[in-house]
Structure formats: structure tokens, C-alpha cells
């Protein structure tokens, strides 16, 4: 194994998102449609009846560091 495969990328459920950041599914989906969060990847077919969602935690860490801070006014 490679050191750039040392560290394996850990992929979240939109459950998973949901405890995390304390919002609703819809909003996490919402966020999604209007671009204001990272797109999930699909596992298995693309379409909605066999495909499942799963998001970069690494993306979502960024997104949340690139969020206003409330002491950052």
C-alpha cells in the first residue's frame, strides 16, 4: 500500500449529517440543490431506486471550515 492510500476516506450518510450537524435531511438535500453544500457521490446505479448517497467527510470538513464564524464579523 502507497502512502496516499495509508489513509482510507470515511463516507457519511446523509443520517450521518443529520446527527452531525443537527439539521434535517431536507435541509441537507436542499443545501445540495441550491450548491451550498458538497455534492454527494453515488454508489451503485445512479438512479434513485438502487443508487445510495454518501458524502467525502473530508469535503464536508472543508465546507464547514469555509463557513462564517460568528466571531468573525
Known amino acids: 500500500m502507497t502512502k496516499s492510500h495509508s489513509k482510507?476516506?470515511?463516507?457519511?450518510?446523509?443520517?450521518?449529517?443529520?446527527?452531525?450537524?443537527?439539521?434535517?435531511?431536507?435541509t441537507i438535500y436542499r443545501w445540495v440543490q441550491e450548491s451550498n453544500f458538497p455534492k454527494p457521490i453515488v454508489l451503485g446505479a445512479a438512479d434513485k431506486k438502487n443508487g445510495v448517497a454518501r458524502w467525502v467527510e473530508s469535503d464536508v470538513v472543508l465546507w464547514l471550515e469555509s463557513r462564517p464564524n460568528k466571531e468573525e464579523k
Not at 482510507?8 to 431536507?26: A, C, F, G, I
Request: aromatic share 10%; proline share 0%; glycine share 0%.
Open 8 to 26: 482510507r476516506e470515511q463516507y457519511l450518510t446523509v443520517q450521518d449529517l443529520v446527527d452531525w450537524l443537527k439539521v434535517s435531511k431536507s
